[in-house]
């Protein structure tokens, strides 16, 4: 007999590829600069920076980027990933991509220019005309490389012979106008600064030649204070800026396509008739309306379903105190696992509500009431409450209580989104239910890295 349990499955994190894909107004922006490109031919070398945060769809657009720009029969791409090289490769990385695109008729021209300019002769000199002239684009391309890296003299020259290389390449082929190669390197701001530090001297130093137009997918906030890239010099810094001239800030998607979007992650992953338009909206929400995050708040959700057996056999009227904890789980991981540490003998997200009234009257913004549960949580931790005290010293008595309860409570009393989150999740009817998941749970959504 077949099982009737529904057919879970987890999302990628791939970006798309095409504008038929796009369902958050990406593909839209990607068609205007793929035009802006292509009409700028004649004005290379270009540089193009799509400015973006974490997760927010900068390879999404780049990949669109592409796949518009090679419909025109007189522009080729290449991909250049700097995130899986070091600074020693960076340089050789990128200068040999961008040969590997050029015809084998001008590398081989370029190669024999190189070795007129040495003056080689003779023997060695014949050789290399042999060389070039049986040896496909990966042996052309090896051997202008090791002659033009030689040593630091020859490198003097590389920026020469590369523009004359491009230039010839631009100019003399078959198609009008002129021809044009656009390099996309992603995820730079992902990169240690000795590495961006080697993509700027490729770009500027030697490939900053007619024919080639850079599009760098870069979060230029990680150049601030905190951010990713935060050990760069200022000397560093501001050769970037100098580099980068161009910025295309990827706006964030609507409330409605960042909906939309979740939506269909939801019904990939096999969660469409448990996640209503309200958890959906919940979903974007808390996830800042990030591509990335809701595809991670969804496979959180596919876990617990599939692994956590508290889960196993919820209703709908479930569901909705599952999506929260997902939530509380993804966006604070350090309280979630306290949570989980305590469960099932205390239940922190009541400690915290009760310790936020307390507070809260204790700092005379609400107030001062008898309640038996803020005086309760004083009299577990062993402190008499301010109410059967008599002392008016009501803060002093709650610096005791602080002391004794997790310290990120204090902070967390200031986070709406939190209160709203832990405000839910105990009010709501699943309160046990959620102490019994919480005491078994295998599934665990992996916290994003800090935005740049």
Known sequence: MESSRPFFSLLDDEPIACAEDDALGAGKAALGLADLLVASRNATPLTLVVDA???????????????????????????????SSSRADTLEGIIKSVLMRIDRRFLRRALQQVVDRRALLGVARSASIVAGSVLGVTGLVDQLWNRLSASPQSRNDMAESLRTLTTEWAERGPYSPKRMLVVFIDDLDRCPPDTVLAVCEAIKIYLDVPGLTFVIGYDRSALTDGGLLEDLSPAGAAFMEKIFQTNYRLPPPSEEGAIEFARGCARRSGLTAPLTIDLLHLIASHANRNPRRIKRIINGLVLETTLNPAWQDIDDSSVESMVRLILLQYLYPGFYRQLTEHAPERNLVRDFLVYRKAMRSALGVDPKVADEDVDSLYTDHDIPPPSSSGNDDTEDILGKLEARLPSSFAALAYDRSFVSLAGHLWNGANSDLIQQGLSRPPARVTSPPKDG
């Open 53 to 83: 945060g974490w997760g927010s769809g900068k390879s999404s657009l780049m990949k669109i980027i592409a796949s518009e720009l090679v419909k025109h029969q007189d522009v080729h791409t290449v991909w250049f990933n700097a995130w």
